[in-house]
């Protein structure tokens, strides 16, 4: 696995955590719903910007993506 596909796992796995969908984690975030379901597949290289609109939509600090 490689350092995208890791951090997507994370990304998924918080998702379900919150009982989140993907379409939901969208609208919280402000990203698109097929961004989100790259990230989460390992093809999308995100931003550190991208990271801080996940880590508030999952009600999270976000170095819990690293975790």
Do not use: C
């Not at 989140?20 to 989460?40: C, M, T, V, W």
């Amino acid at each position: 696995m490689d350092i995208k596909e890791i951090f997507g796992e994370k990304v998924k796995l918080l998702r379900k955590g919150k009982e989140l969908s993907q379409e939901e984690l969208a609208l919280k975030s402000g990203l698109n719903r097929p961004y989100i379901s790259g990230i989460e597949q390992g093809k999308r290289n995100v931003s550190l910007e991208v990271m801080e609109k996940l880590a508030e939509a999952l009600e999270i600090h976000i170095k819990e993506l690293f975790e």
